[in-house]
């Protein structure tokens, strides 16, 4: 069971709760672990990155490749870890962020909660 809560600056219209809906659903299904990258700490890049220039070294990268190599590994991860940038589930054409920019060019996903149970 997972329990949500999102706080969205966005008008509750028709479209805007269909949208709301389904960006929460988009938190249930794809577990993102922040808004967008500004939230995400030096700490847990370090790490990443430290994991992914160790994961190119492995695979033979010399290890000024592997920085680089790194480098766009961590971009994979702001967009697979980053709700704004996630690719829409419901289109995956169109990320998160746009989704909401065709509702309102101010919305805004200030923040959200998901609490898995079981």
């Known amino acids: ?3 949500l809560f999102l706080d969205l600056n ?4 028709e479209a805007g709760s269909a949208t709301a809906r389904d ?7 794809m577990n993102p672990q922040f808004v967008d990258r500004s939230l995400v700490t030096q700490d847990v890049l370090d ?5 992914y220039i160790d994961q190119a070294i492995a695979e033979g990268k010399k290890p000024e ?5 790194a480098q766009g590994r961590v971009e994979k991860f702001y967009k697979e870890n980053c709700l704004i940038e996630q690719a829409f589930v419901k289109d995956g054409n169109k990320t998160v962020a746009d989704v909401l920019k065709e509702i309102d060019p101010t919305a805004k996903i200030n ?3 998901r609490v898995s149970i079981g």
Request: glycine residues 0%; positive net charge.
């Open 65 to 69: 490749i592997a920085e680089r190599v």
């Open 111 to 113: 923040k959200f909660f």
């Open 10 to 13: 966005i008008s509750l219209n």
């Open 1 to 3: 069971m997972v329990f």
């Open 47 to 51: 790490k990443e990155k430290e994991i």
């Open 23 to 29: 960006i929460a659903m988009q938190v249930a299904a």
